[in-house]
């Protein structure tokens, strides 16, 4: 076997691992996919033979591009158009079966990870999603591993104060779709003004292409008003529930075309986070499963 034929065994081996940190770091399926890439181009000129663990070194190797990247992202989305939401992934069913996998790629999560500081999040994503080392994670983030661990530490307390309370399940999920199935059929929001709860927020993401909500919108009675007004604009649209981001979210369609993937938050079993992303080029990656894994 040659050496690029080992490098590509190692790479495709290890290639669904790598597209999930990338996205984690992300929230980009997009810029995910340029990472792998630019690992790869770095991988195949390694010397094989110089590296004990190749997962290890792969990993260390896209970490170091997402944050490159992630950097880069920061001074994008300063100038972005209205509320910057992550872009939403098409995820097989088994991604839901991982708990903790499902809720570090959550929607509501993403946005909590936002929050944080380049270095925080990788170093954050890298020990509490993928479990690498102290060590490991500090030559990703070219620390030292006393660094890392402060960092670390600062990230948890950051997230832990923001993070969704509790783990929330699909059977919780899928109620709260159901409603709002309901809702727009039958045009009585009153069964979806039900479930929303009293702090709940909706955030929707156009990028300025399309028409989306400039800001938040924070209340029950405020969303439930917008909401009753969209409605009477969704009679010529069609639903479909699938699995977005490890949980069961809802396409939008009209003519067959993806306009809108609406996420739902719920807690509790009220809703207290919708997310609806517009932006076109959000909705690209919507053709096929993504596969995650740890």
């Not at 996205?23 to 590296?51: C, F």
């Not at 896209?62 to 100038?79: D, F, M, V």
């Not at 989306?212 to 909401?227: D, F, I, M, Q, S």
Request: negative net charge.
């Amino acid at each position: 076997m040659t050496g690029t034929d080992r490098a590509t065994e190692a790479f495709v081996a290890h290639r669904n691992l790598l597209f999930t940190v990338a996205y984690e770091l992300l929230g980009s399926a997009a810029d995910a996919e340029d990472v792998l890439q630019e690992t790869w181009l770095r991988w195949v000129g390694v010397d094989l033979d110089t590296v004990l663990d190749h997962r290890a070194y792969l990993v260390r190797i896209a970490s170091r591009q997402a944050l490159q990247r992630l950097r880069t992202l920061g001074r994008r989305k300063e100038s972005y158009v209205g509320p910057w939401l992550p872009e939403p992934l098409l995820t097989a069913p088994d991604v839901a079966d991982d708990v903790e996998l499902a809720d570090s790629v959550s929607m509501a999560m993403l946005l909590v990870l936002e929050t944080l500081k380049p270095t925080e999040r990788a170093v954050f994503v890298l020990r509490e999603v993928f479990g690498l080392e102290y060590d490991e994670i500090a030559q990703a983030v070219d620390k030292k591993p006393d660094a890392v661990r402060q960092i670390a530490h600062r990230a948890r307390s950051h997230v832990a104060a923001r993070r969704p309370r509790g783990r929330v399940s699909a059977d919780e999920t899928r109620h709260a779709l159901e409603a709002f199935q309901r809702a727009v059929n039958t045009g009585d929001i009153q069964c979806l003004v039900d479930i929303l709860a009293p702090d709940v927020v909706f955030l929707g993401d156009g990028g300025g292409v399309v028409q989306a909500l400039p800001r938040p919108v924070v209340g029950a009675e405020k969303v439930a008003r917008l909401l009753a007004l969209a409605v009477d604009n969704l009679t010529e649209a069609s639903f479909e529930v699938t699995q977005i981001n490890g949980r069961p979210a809802l396409l939008l369609r009209f003519t067959d075309e993806v306009d809108t993937v609406t996420v739902l938050h719920v807690e509790n079993g009220k809703i207290t986070g919708l997310y609806a992303v517009r932006n076109p080029a959000k909705l690209s990656h919507l053709t096929k499963e993504n596969l995650l894994t740890r």
